[in-house]
């Protein structure tokens, strides 16, 4: 029975040794200080990450902008340009509109001086005008059209139109 005893008290000592030694070990890991320890550099490891890829990626927007105000500069050079040439041609136009509306002008005075000549040389006499009547009054008989139709084409009266057929009729 001693033994058994002896055995027991042995027994519950190991007990206890294991006991404190596996608590000290749990304490140690699992105590606020230590996994605070490594929260904090877990969060540094992530901090410091975030930190790296955020100068990246700004510095790739930073270069982005500078390339896009440097395509708005070139932009705003070829605009410029444009504009200047734009305003070229506008006055190129109006110069060379006011230079053909002049020449219009200049050509329609002369063309109207020398329509007032021609007038005055080309106006025929009564004879003549009765004379050319008289022609296009026979010429439209030979072409076979009645007197009603001629007196209609030429503005005259029916009876003059015979009268002018009856005198060829008679001199032929």
Known sequence: ??????????????????YFLLKR??????????????IRS???????ELNR???????????RIQRLNSMLERADKKLAMLEKETDRNETSSRTYSQIL???????????DRQEE???????????EKKANHRSEVIDLYRKGLSSDLIATRLGTTVGEVELIISLMESRS
């Open 1 to 18: 029975m001693q033994n058994i005893i002896l055995i027991f008290v042995l027994q519950v000592v190991v007990f206890f040794l294991l």
């Open 25 to 38: 070990r749990i304490d140690q890991r699992v105590r606020p200080a230590a996994l605070i320890d490594r």
């Open 42 to 48: 877990d969060i540094e490891e992530i901090v410091t």
């Open 53 to 63: 890829t955020t100068d990246r990626n700004i510095t790739l927007v930073e270069e």
């Open 101 to 111: 509306e002049e020449s219009r002008k200049q050509s329609r005075q002369k063309n």
């Open 117 to 127: 000549k021609s007038d005055r040389k080309k106006e025929p006499t009564d004879q």
